[in-house]
């Protein structure tokens, strides 16, 4: 397959241990050009790359995000598992954006993620600018339509932007969900979208106005906290119960950069950690969670890895969860 990057092994180091007590001695490897060979079971966690950061170029942000992907599974091969013997972890490489066309690596992702889902498996997407999305919940969509029935897909967003940007003059970064949006009305399907941590001082009024006019569901930074977590919670418990399944996805630009500095567009009045695992908790349990990713890690502007190993936490948690979730 062109312009993809099989795994690497020497991505995943970290302390050696007679017991394989650490995630790089767990994981195992797939190369996604003979998935059809693959030893993969049910519920088994598979990691994808989207090595692409031209979507934040044309948004004229702060190039880096491609390096992303590998930058987790360093801080991510490092960690302790607590993984139960029959839950197995795969890497299946990169999709890489070498030649600038966003669309075509947009469409192979698509694609990867829709055979990826047809063998019933979890992928954890890792990017790469928040272009992925659009790519993420084309994948989700076929692999739905495939299966016959009608689904509706909620998407969960992380974020201090909506991401409902315009793409009349192109597709970048900050336009996936309003493409996303767009296409669900030509097709006469429900656009469910909830934002988590929306900043004023990060979207114009023309954007809160979009949002509002797709009937946006969205909490707004001040009050995605802790202290409002009851609050919260009812609202996202009710947007959970509207559909059928969820795609989730986490923009590391929405965290304040005390936690996240390598990020596209850094903040420090963005939100902290403890709320979205609360939130990832709520999410997982519900059974409803089809597919994640986490985006917008830019390596080359992080500090002590901080933002990776951030990344590499809510990942290591998350597929805890799942784990956890699947034994019940």
Known sequence: MEAYSKPKPE????????????????????DIESLAQAQIKKSDIVFLGYACDEGVKRNKGREGARMGPDAIRMQLGKQPEHLSETQSIFDAGTIDCNDGDLKKTQRRLTQTVKTLLGMNVFPILLGGGHDIAYAHYNGIKEHLKSQGGSKTIGIINFDAHFDLRSNEDGANSGTPFYQIAEECEVEGTAFRYMCLGIRKDANSKVLFETAENREVTFVENEHFSMHYLAHDLKIIQHFIKEVDVIYTTIDLDGFSSAYAPGVS???????????????LKIIIDSDKLISLDIAELNPSLDIDHQTAKLAAGLIHFIMHRLDYSNQD
Request: a negative charge; glycine letters at 6%.
């Open 11 to 30: 991505n995943w180091t970290g302390r050696e241990s007679d017991q394989n007590l650490y995630l790089h001695q767990k994981i195992r490897f797939l």
């Open 265 to 279: 567009a850094p903040s420090p009045l963005g939100f902290a950690p403890d709320i979205v695992m609360e939130v």
